[in-house]
T-cell receptor, first 115, second 114 residues
Framework: GAGVSQSPSNKVTEKGKDVELRCDPI?????LYWYRQSLGQGLEFLIY????????KSGLPSDRFSAERTGGSVSTLTIQRTQQEDSAVYLC?????????????FGEGSWLTVV | DQQVKQNSPSLSVQEGRISILNCDYT??????FLWYKKYPAEGPTFLIS?????DKNEDGRFTVFLNKSAKHLSLHIVPSQPGDSAVYFC?????????????FGTGTRLTIIP
């Protein structure tokens, strides 16, 4: 597609439920990133993929968070047993390849509210 | 440990004047810097970047200056327009494989006053 596409755009879920957030990167981009922004905070790195592998998972806040990418394209970020502090906008981004010095392009984000 | 810092959470500038947004970093390994602009309810959009081999990069109304010795960069917007009102994020990375992620600052909300 023309840009990074994320779904759902908004999600309200009850505490303790699992949620899945989906990202469809720009066609041809091999690198895919997940960031999140909590209210009043900057962008926090979660994980990135080069192809289907995730060399850097260092930003995942806890073992309730996981992500996968299949076919070198679509990625899913899963949050299990959601907590209120998980409320944030989850941003997906992609770039041609995973290398520093490369511009990454963001989607519009999935706004998650845990009540 | 905040490796990229934007110490001004907000800035108001009169339309037509120059807007200067500042960013400081602590990691001397960073060698590639970017500015992103974010409107409410939208994802950040790439604005301009600079490699550490340069000290200035210009694109239309936007110029980024890099002072490596001071570990400081700034974004100049001139002349400022109402559509420039947004949150601006500074980001940095290390240009080598194995260091792919961008480290972002906390953002500066720029308001252009008509």
């Amino acid at each position: 597609g023309a840009g990074v596409s994320q779904s759902p755009s908004n999600k309200v879920t009850e505490k303790g439920k699992d949620v899945e957030l989906r990202c469809d990167p720009i066609s041809g981009h091999t690198a895919l990133y997940w960031y999140r922004q909590s209210l009043g905070q900057g962008l926090e790195f979660l994980i990135y993929f080069q192809g289907n592998s995730a060399p850097d998972k260092s930003g995942l806040p806890s073992d309730r968070f996981s992500a996968e990418r299949t076919g070198g394209s679509v990625s899913t970020l899963t949050i299990q047993r959601t907590q209120q502090e998980d409320s944030a906008v989850y941003l997906c981004a992609s770039s041609l390849w995973a290398a520093g010095g490369n511009t990454i392009y963001f989607g519009e984000g999935s706004w998650l509210t845990v009540v | 440990d905040q490796q990229v810092k934007q110490n001004s959470p907000s800035l108001s500038v009169q339309e037509g004047r120059i807007s200067i947004l500042n960013c400081d970093y602590t990691n001397s390994m960073f060698d590639y810097f970017l500015w992103y602009k974010k409107y409410p309810a939208e994802g950040p959009t790439f604005l301009i970047s600079i490699s550490s081999i340069k000290d200035k990069n210009e694109d239309g109304r936007f110029t980024v200056f890099l002072n490596k010795s001071a570990k400081h960069l700034s974004l100049h917007i001139v002349p400022s327009q109402p559509g420039d009102s947004a949150v601006y994020f500074c980001a940095a990375s290390v240009s080598s494989f194995g260091n792919e992620k961008l480290t972002f600052g906390t953002g500066t909300r720029l308001t252009i006053i008509p």
